[in-house]
């Protein structure tokens, strides 16, 4: 169960919805920022993790979950399935999967 919610905190913290996808897509892969440094919970020290602060260092015992394009990557295909070569299911599929 602490992995559930990890992730969801992780989530919470960190992602987003894109306005502009391609825009976004070419800032993480030219490094022209967009990527944010996530330190996992140790759970000896700290059971909540946090987003790095630009200037701030870590510990060499912590752990860093490095987030780019997975920020509003994921969120998206919820939206346009097309971009993973998925065809967007009708309303009624959805239903019919949401509901069984």
């Known amino acids: ?15 987003f919805m ?9 800032r993480i892969k030219a490094r022209k ?4 440094r996530y330190v996992l919970p140790d759970y000896s020290h700290s059971k909540d993790g946090y987003v790095l ?3 701030e260092t870590v510990g060499d015992d912590q752990q860093l979950l490095v987030l780019g394009n997975e920020r509003f990557a994921i969120p998206e295909l919820l939206f346009t399935p097309s971009d993973v070569g998925q065809t967007p299911p009708t ?9 069984l």
Do not use: W
């Not at 169960?1 to 960190?14: A, D, G, H, Q, R």
């Not at 894109?18 to 070419?26: H, M, T, Y």
């Not at 920022?33 to 944010?36: D, L, S, T, V």
């Not at 309303?91 to 509901?99: A, G, Q």
């Open 1 to 15: 169960m602490e992995e559930t919610y990890l992730i969801n905190k992780v989530k919470e913290s960190c992602c």
């Open 18 to 26: 894109s306005q502009d996808f391609s825009a976004d897509l070419e």
């Open 33 to 36: 920022g967009g990527e944010i």
């Open 53 to 55: 602060k630009d200037g």
């Open 91 to 99: 309303s009624r599929t959805f239903l019919v999967h949401e509901c």
